[in-house]
């Protein structure tokens, strides 16, 4: 019992310490693309055409079909020429001569690590144009999770990869003839075979999640072609490819036994790892990035495959089995630790983020469940030092590191806090007009305007940015406002959508039933007697 309070108290002392190097160390890294910078800047009014639009963004970006589109201040689309990327900067040749008046680009892209992100900014032609929000220009933030589907996906893939790689590295570690056992023949195949199929799975569905289109396309042609033609396809291409080939090789796990075979199949669960890394965050780094993801999500593997080589196993695990493994598994803990934490400096920029957005919070919630299954794992690690079998500490610890997988999934699948500030707008208070598609700009009078984003502006869920602005340009303070939309042409009255306010910027979701032109009834409550009402309309598109 003395020991293994020894050990639990060390352990939260080391947790401790980790998390306030978190929050003491922490600088801005890299995680999905952010918009730097753009030629026209937000806002910026302009004596004559250009001859291109560029954007920069923070890492390199792939471009996705349709997903570029320039508007003309009624909302009508311009034709245009097709887009270029070449690593950051996305360049756009413009057609002949632009007529005068207010422009806006609405842009989505998909970072190297797989996510998409879109966002708008404006621009005039010997006119003013209306300043789209900051918070509007890059949509990466720390409330965007992918969808449940992709969530799923990524969850299943973890786990499957963790059961294979945990009996490899159990097997050749600690028990090598463990390799004739039934149950572990049995957890392999189903292993691999999960992974092999949920790794087509993701790769259909990224098409759809990617272009912001129903998952209804997912047997798209097109969509799968677009796919394979970015980073992240081509990882998930060659995490298929070794999946492969570590199935025929120990589709036997007695083959293990054999000198190639005990050589291949672990360099082949490293490469496999490798491009689990390569498909999410770890792509959008540079190499020391990619070595520590990889290390990550190895070691994690290692560490909850073998605990469910242990479940499965049950009495029929020799103490000497449990005692090399116990060894295999602090070093892969001590190793998860120092690589979570070297990822965790790479995404949280301050100690506000960890409380205030959906990142931090998850992140947290992950620290708090390693922790927990520290403390199981100490506890298992004292029973094999008394000779006792930890049999149930270990199922503990196993189901724990699955809620940990679960957490880690939602985590991979969530934009990290943006670390850069999108191009300030050029000077000048804009325009008080209605801009279709995507982006409404309300008069408010003396007071100012409003400036409500519609991101993407389809019937697939939107996420609605609202700011208010003086005359000057400067932010407008408000005690509430209240938003309601409605469908005159078809005959839909107002419908209430709850804002909250983040930063300085009022934000809601909301998933439109139905494409067409909408009405937004707005009502500002500022510090004066009398409420504000004002209206605009915009676009959504099916």
Do not use: C
Not at 120 to 139: L, M, N, Q, R, T
Not at 185 to 197: D, E, F, H, K, N
């Amino acid at each position: 019992m003395t020991t293994s309070m020894t050990f639990l108290r060390r352990a939260g002392v080391a947790l401790v310490a980790a998390v306030v190097l978190v929050l003491m160390l922490a600088a801005p890294g890299s995680a999905h693309a952010e918009l730097e910078s753009t030629d026209p800047s937000n806002g910026q009014r302009l004596d004559s055409s250009p001859t291109q639009i560029t954007m920069t963004f923070s890492e390199s970006v792939n471009l996705v079909d349709g997903g570029i589109h320039l508007l003309k201040g009624g909302g009508t689309t311009v034709s245009t020429p097709d887009p270029t990327v070449a690593g950051h900067t996305i360049s756009w040749r413009m057609p002949g001569s632009l007529s005068d008046g207010a422009y806006v680009v609405t842009w989505r892209v998909v970072s190297a690590d797989g996510h998409p992100i879109d966002g708008a900014f404006a621009f005039g032609i010997g006119a003013a144009a209306p300043v789209v929000p900051d918070d509007i220009s890059s949509s990466a933030d720390s409330a965007t999770t992918a969808p449940w589907p992709v969530v799923g996906a990524r969850l299943v893939g973890y786990v499957a990869f963790a059961a294979f790689a945990g009996v490899i590295a159990f097997v050749l570690w600690a028990a090598a003839g463990a390799a004739a056992d039934p149950r572990l023949q049995r957890l392999t195949r189903a292993a691999l075979g999960v992974s092999i199929g949920v790794g087509v799975v993701g790769m259909l569905l990224q098409g759809p999640y990617t272009a912001g289109l129903s998952f209804g396309r997912l047997f798209d042609p097109g969509l799968l072609s677009a796919t394979l033609r970015t980073p992240w396809g081509t990882a998930m291409a060659w995490r298929l490819a070794l999946l492969l080939a570590l199935a025929v090789m120990i589709w036997r796990l007695t083959a293990l036994q054999t000198r190639v075979v005990r050589w291949l199949a672990p360099v082949t669960v490293v490469g496999i790892a490798a491009a689990i890394a390569a498909s999410g965050h770890g792509a959008a780094g540079n190499p020391f990035d990619l070595v520590v993801d990889t290390l990550h999500v190895l070691t994690a593997g290692i560490w909850v495959g073998g605990l469910v080589v242990l479940v499965v196993l049950g009495r029929s695990v020799s103490r000497e089995a449990i005692r090399r493994f116990s060894t295999l598994a602090l070093t892969s803990v001590i190793v998860l630790v120092g690589t979570g934490v070297l990822n965790s400096l790479r995404s949280i920029s301050s100690i506000d983020e960890l409380f205030l957005t959906r990142y931090g919070v998850l992140l947290l919630a992950k620290l708090a469940l390693v922790a927990a299954t520290l403390a199981a794992a100490g506890v298992s690690r004292a029973r094999v030092r008394q000779a006792r079998m930890p049999e149930t500490s270990v199922r503990l610890e196993a189901a724990m590191t699955a809620v940990v997988l679960t957490v880690t999934a939602f985590l991979s699948m969530t934009s990290p806090p943006p670390q850069v500030t999108t191009a300030a707008a050029a000077s000048g208070t804009g325009v008080s007009a209605t801009s279709e598609n995507g982006l409404a700009v309300m008069s408010l009078g003396t007071k100012g305007k409003a400036g409500m984003g519609i991101i993407p502006a389809t019937t697939n869920g939107s996420r609605l940015h609202l700011l208010l602005t003086n005359a000057s340009g400067h932010p407008l303070a408000a005690r509430a406002v209240e938003l309601k939309v409605s469908n005159p042409g078809r005959g839909v009255a107002g419908i209430p959508v709850p804002m909250t306010e983040r930063r300085g910027v009022w934000v809601a979701r909301f998933r439109f039933p139905f494409d067409g032109v909408w009405k937004a009834v707005l009502t500002v409550h500022d510090h004066s007697p009398t409420a504000i009402v004002t209206a605009g309309t915009f676009t959504i598109s099916s």
